[in-house]
């Protein structure tokens, strides 16, 4: 079985949490990706980030051989 790539997982629909803040800063974070998350100073800037983060994220779960949860697929 060939070994799933950093474009395969980039291009995986992962769930995302986007939370504005009182002071103005938006929290975003992927749930599956334990620890992938990330902050912004606003909602597209907060979006932008964790972009760099999920790559930085997946990057380094390749490198170390860790295990890549994969969002479940919806049956159609």
């Not at 860790?66 to 479940?72: H, K, T, V």
Request: hydrophobic residues 40%.
């Amino acid at each position: 079985m060939a070994q799933k790539t950093l474009d395969y997982y980039l291009s995986l629909p992962y769930t995302i949490e986007l939370t504005p803040d009182d002071d103005g800063i938006w929290f975003v974070k992927i749930p599956l990706l334990k620890g992938c998350m990330t902050n912004g100073s606003s909602r597209e800037d907060a979006l932008l980030m964790l972009d760099d983060a999920k790559r930085l994220w997946l990057e380094t779960a390749l490198e170390t051989g860790m295990s890549i949860p994969e969002p479940e697929r919806e049956l159609i």
